[in-house]
């Protein structure tokens, strides 16, 4: 997931010692891959050591929604959907809404998104068809949602392909849908980005010899292995080594040293924060004056919220 409300454990200002946070608002968003009862019936090979009825859907759906209901999250953005309505009704009884997008062509499931209607507000819907872009039939979804009638956020919410020998067609489907929730967010002035999903990736991504989120350089080794047309599916230009986004984003697993399952649910907590000096400015006991210029900046750096990254593979992509 990716979000300018960042989680509460990660919150560590480098600002004076005077300085403190005021939690605004908060909300849990889950991240889960509930494998596709389609998927599951169908590829027995896959599950030859796993009990027959635990394979069932009427058992996983009870189990699924159990789940969900443990953790209580705020928002859900499920991967691998392909029983909607089943999961839609369980959900309802918990009081929340939900919208869905299949998959294009011949394949079953798709993705959905889930969130409780009386804390969030849904203000604007919209998906990827990556087909349309020639980077196969993966969906993703994003939404801006509005948390307590005050604070807005994007939510993107993708299942990549899973192919390991096909890292442009990852790269270019994340690249996909870091362009759109850059977009999304600028139109409504600069808010908040949460991207989570299943983003089936490793650190180094299939072809790229670069951890870095915010640079992906194609190796230099592969440089002329690829075709035009793989560069072109990766960075969006034919004659491009480089894809960029403008994102600051930051992983949700930074501080666990771990590896998640892409098939495990993955909870963060996101929180909208401001300075209490904020507060004391709008109750005339500001000390502004009394600061230096680059005390001031430094205040501002800090109270900027930062972007999270969260992959439900557990991996930094």
Same mark, same amino acid.
């Given at each position: 997931m990716a979000s300018s409300a960042a989680p509460r454990a990660r919150l560590s200002p480098p600002a004076p010692a005077c300085l403190c946070f005021v939690f605004l608002d908060a909300c849990t968003i889950m991240s889960y891959n509930i494998l596709a009862d389609y998927n599951a019936r169908n590829h027995p090979d896959l599950y030859w050591d796993v009990p027959w009825d635990a394979m069932r859907w009427d058992s996983r759906r009870r189990l699924i929604i159990r789940e969900i209901r443990h953790w209580d999250p705020d928002l859900v953005c499920l991967q691998e959907v392909d029983r909607f309505q089943d999961i839609a009704a369980g959900m309802k009884s918990r009081g929340y809404e939900g919208i869905y997008q299949r998959r294009t062509g011949d394949t079953r499931d798709g993705c959905a998104i889930f969130w409780k209607s009386k804390r969030l507000r849904l203000l604007e819907e919209d998906s990827i068809d990556f087909s349309e872009f020639n980077l196969r039939n993966n969906i993703a979804q994003i939404c801006v949602f509005e948390l307590n009638g005050t604070h807005k956020l994007v939510l993107g919410n993708i299942h990549v392909l899973f192919n390991p020998k096909r890292g442009d067609v990852k790269l270019?489907?994340?690249?996909? *849908?870091?362009?759109?929730?850059?977009? *999304?967010?600028?139109?409504?002035?600069? =808010?908040?980005i949460v991207l989570a999903g299943d983003f089936n990736s490793t650190p180094d991504l299939s072809g790229l010899d670069s951890s870095e989120f915010g640079l992906y350089e194609l190796s230099s080794s592969l440089k002329y292995q690829w075709s035009e047309e793989e560069v072109r599916n990766a960075t969006g230009y034919s004659n491009v080594m480089v894809a960029e986004h403008p994102l600051k984003l930051s992983s949700s697993y930074g501080n666990l040293k771990e590896m998640g399952?892409?098939?495990?649910? =993955?909870?963060?907590?996101?929180?909208?924060?401001?300075s209490d000096e904020d507060d004391s400015e709008e109750e005339g006991e500001s000390e502004q004056d009394d600061r230096s210029e680059q005390d001031d900046e430094s205040e501002q750096e800090v109270s900027r919220a930062q972007h999270v990254y969260l992959s439900s593979d557990g991996e930094s992509s």
């Open positions: 270019g489907q994340i690249r996909l *849908l870091l362009e759109k929730a850059n977009a *999304l967010a600028a139109k409504w002035n600069e =808010i908040p399952s892409d098939h495990l649910p =993955i909870v963060a907590e996101f929180a909208f924060t401001e």
